[in-house]
């Protein structure tokens, strides 16, 4: 069974400081994404990587498949960006498949 | 396009009542998806669907039916509610791009069963 797990569960930060949240899973993958989700609100897709690394303004995520890690950074961060992160993976199955596996979540109260 | 309506946002059920969640998009999506998500836990899938008259169970199936008659729209019906499904419900639809997949969420619908 595929297990994603992610640290921290919680992390407080003041703005502009620099933040990381880690994302690790069991299986082997062929994708992973990262998502954001406001208090009370729906969910938003940030990022899908299947390797290296992508940028999208101060957001940063990264992902090293021979570890099965990846990271979500954000630079520079605000209040606006206090919401749970989340991490889910696409199993590689080898053939067609959209299921995807989600970790808990990282709860980011930036304050400021 | 309009991506992803669920509906209702909220609603509270009585034990045994039974309800639709609505869900539709727009963007000719082949794959769509039911989840749970309950706090302290992941997200977790109900029931999907791989293309119109195809639907699966997912990991947490019991007391809820779906159908996929069109491509567009993706019902989610319980049959006979109770307290263990209060929960906040996501439905999503996904099309595939090099390198994997891309999903579309809804704004989810918050029920609490009584």
């Known amino acids: 069974k595929n297990e994603v797990e992610q640290s921290p569960q919680n992390l407080t930060a003041q703005e502009g400081e620099f933040i990381t949240i880690n994302c690790s899973y069991s299986v082997g993958i062929s994708a992973l994404h990262w998502l954001q989700q406001h208090p009370g609100g729906g969910i938003v897709s940030l990022f899908m990587l299947s390797s290296g690394k992508k940028k999208h303004g101060r957001l940063i995520a990264t992902i090293n498949i021979q570890e099965k890690h990846s990271s979500l950074h954000i630079t520079a961060s605000h209040p606006r960006d206090s919401a749970v992160y989340i991490c889910?993976?696409?199993?590689?199955?080898?053939?067609?498949?959209?299921?995807?596996?989600f970790g808990k979540g990282t709860l980011l109260t930036v304050n400021p | 396009n309009a991506g992803v309506t669920q509906t209702p946002k909220f609603q509270v059920l009585k034990t045994g009542q039974s309800m639709t969640l609505q869900c539709a998009q727009d963007m000719n999506h082949e794959y769509m998806s039911w989840y749970r998500q309950d706090p302290g836990m992941g997200l977790r899938l109900i029931h999907y669907?791989?293309?119109?008259?195809?639907?699966d169970q997912g990991e947490v199936p019991n007391g809820y039916n779906v159908s996929r008659s069109t491509t567009e729209d993706f019902p989610l019906r319980l049959l006979s509610a109770a307290p263990s499904q209060t929960s906040v419900y996501f439905c999503?639809?996904?099309?595939?791009?090099?390198?994997?997949?891309?999903?579309?969420f809804g704004q989810g619908t918050r029920l609490t069963v009584v």
């Open positions: 669907s791989v293309g119109a008259g195809i639907t």
């Open positions: 889910a993976v696409r199993q590689n199955s080898g053939g067609s498949n959209y299921k995807l596996t």
């Open positions: 999503a639809s996904s099309y595939w791009v090099l390198g994997g997949t891309e999903a579309f």
